[in-house]
């Protein structure tokens, strides 16, 4: 059990200990609030100039002699008024921190009326045309890989695939699906009747479209494409748009087809579905 006269004796030192706890957070509540007072006194100071804080230390003009500079403890009635030597220095103007909307917009529409005219363009970020050569650049070789990928080919023989269906005006896709049909890719392919190269044309054909081309020419990819999607997109406009009546006559010639059509027949063989399953253009690009 604890002694009642040692739990007496230590109630004032409990006292005395409370007391001072609470004398150091006085102390420190006043402290803190003169250094709040004096930010609160400062930050006013930022934001309220008074005006004659900006030109105490310059000088004024006197009364009766406009344009003259005196010593500013003269004005003050400290002295006579003694002229000051040198040109007048113009008081600080206080500029405020915020300004209306309106008057942002006018200073704004001012400076632009003041600005000299130049030849400048309309627009200040006018396309750049040879960006846009590289954009199309970057998009044509994004097609040719793609291709490239698709049909298992080589890059070069995709671009050259790329390029002729595309002065020739035909849609890219279906040229790949004829070259893939008709030789698999095969640049010295000749068939039992005679066509040869990539699109497998015939000598008499090709000879419609560039009357000195020889045999051996045909063989050159470049030449042998280029003709080829020329004899196609002709037979495209001749049939109205006609897709598949157009490869039908591709394969098996005009005059097989419209004696199968004089017959009452249809010319169909399989071949125009082959190339066209899963396709959805119009075979064109006009």
């Not at 206080?94 to 400076?111: F, T, Y």
């Amino acid at each position: 059990m604890h002694d009642p006269i040692d739990a007496v004796a230590a109630v004032p030192s409990l006292d005395a200990k409370a007391r001072r706890r609470r004398i150091r957070r006085r102390a420190a509540r006043r402290q803190l609030s003169k250094l709040g007072l004096l930010g609160m006194v400062a930050l006013a100071a930022m934001v309220v100039v008074r005006p004659e804080f900006g030109t105490s230390t310059q000088t004024d003009v006197a009364p009766d002699h406009p344009g003259t500079a005196v010593s500013p403890l003269a004005v003050a009635g400290n002295g006579p008024q003694i002229p000051v030597s040198g040109p007048r220095v113009p008081p600080l103007t206080v500029q405020p921190l915020w300004r209306p909307a309106g008057e942002v917009l006018k200073r704004s529409r001012s400076k632009q009326a003041n600005k000299p005219q130049t030849n400048t363009p309309a627009f200040a970020f006018a396309p750049d045309p040879r960006e846009r050569e590289q954009r199309e650049s970057l998009g044509r070789w994004h097609h040719i890989f793609t291709y490239s990928t698709k049909y298992r080919i080589k890059p070069d023989l995709a671009r050259r695939i790329y390029d002729a269906a595309i002065t020739a005006g035909l849609e890219p896709e279906l040229a790949f699906r004829l070259v893939r049909v008709e030789s698999v890719f095969d640049v010295k392919a000749v068939s039992p009747v005679g066509a040869m190269g990539l699109t497998q044309l015939m000598y008499g054909t090709a000879r419609v479209f560039e009357p000195n081309v020889t045999r051996e020419e045909l063989l050159d990819p470049d030449i042998n494409l280029r003709i080829g999607f020329r004899y196609l997109r002709t037979l495209i406009r001749d049939y109205k748009g006609d897709l598949k009546m157009a490869l039908l006559v591709y394969n098996r010639g005009p005059t097989a087809v419209n004696n199968a059509i004089a017959m009452g027949m249809s010319p169909a063989n399989g071949y125009e579905s082959i190339i066209t399953r899963g396709y959805r253009g119009r075979g064109t690009l006009d």
